[in-house]
Antibody
Framework: QVQLVQSGAEVKKPGASVKVSCKASGYTFNNYDINWVRQAPGQGLEWMGR????????GYAQKFQGRVSITRNISISTAYMELSSLRSEDTAVYYC?????????????WGHGTMVTVSS | QSVLTQPPSLSAAPRQRVTISCSGS????????VNWYQQVPGKAPKLLVY???LVASGVSDRFSASKSGTSASLAISGLQSEDEADYYC???????????FGGGTKLTVL
């Protein structure tokens, strides 16, 4: 079945970086954009950026420009999101989500989420 | 402060119909398609509606959505206990050049 499997929970110190992986299976990885969305504890959803695996076109939310990097390894159908200069406010569950085949802006398959805790 | 405004909470009894509103502006809802998600606590969001009013595959036909101008709404008919969840609207914002979400609406089934 179509699924996105994410890497495990992380605990990082302020100022460090974190890299979360998202492995796709059950579909052709190249054919669908991958988005990253985060959710702080008790808060709403926040879009971070999007990548086209085939073209490697990438777009980032203005809020995260310069601090986030989305990459991919096509050979293993895996996307990555790296966030640097971590601060306590970055504590959140990070999701990868696939764009719908008819609408890039609709996310039809989601990973299970990766909890990232930033604490000294 | 979210770009898209939703009521923080709503409650209704089983079998009733409830509508969740999502208010935006000309740079987001007024120009782009609206999508709706359901999120049960502790789980990843689930796509309910895309392209303003198309119900996603596998989603109950008790869910429907519409859009008018710079506002959108999600309706759930025949409420069931399993509908108790957080609901989010989302769309692209031309000014911010990114996806934006509403703050979410917590639906309680009494």
């Amino acid at each position: 079945q179509v699924q996105l499997v994410q890497s495990g929970a992380e605990v990082k110190k302020p100022g460090a970086s974190v890299k979360v992986s998202c492995k796709a299976s059950g579909y052709t990885f190249n054919n669908y954009d991958i988005n990253w969305v985060r959710q702080a504890p008790g808060q709403g959803l926040e879009w971070m950026g999007r990548m086209n695996p085939k073209s490697d076109d990438i777009g980032y939310a203005q809020k995260f420009q310069g601090r986030v990097s989305i990459t991919r390894n096509i050979s293993i159908s895996t996307a990555y999101m790296e966030l640097s200069s971590l601060r306590s406010e970055d504590t959140a569950v990070y999701y990868c989500a696939r764009s719908h085949d008819s609408s890039y802006d609709a996310f039809d398959v989601w990973g299970h989420g990766t909890m990232v805790t930033v604490s000294s | 402060q979210s770009v898209l405004t939703q009521p923080p909470s709503l409650s209704a009894a089983p079998r009733q119909r409830v509508t969740i509103s999502c208010s935006g502006s000309s740079s987001n809802i007024g120009t782009n398609d609206v999508n709706w998600y359901q999120q049960v606590p502790g789980k990843a969001p689930k796509l309910l509606v895309y392209y303003d009013d198309l119900v996603a595959s596998g989603v109950s036909d008790r869910f429907s959505a519409s859009k008018s101008g710079t506002s959108a709404s999600l309706a759930i008919s025949g409420l069931q206990s399993e509908d108790e969840a957080d609901y989010y609207c989302a769309t692209w914002d031309d000014s911010l050049k990114g996806m934006v979400f509403g703050g979410g609406t917590k639906l309680t089934v009494l």
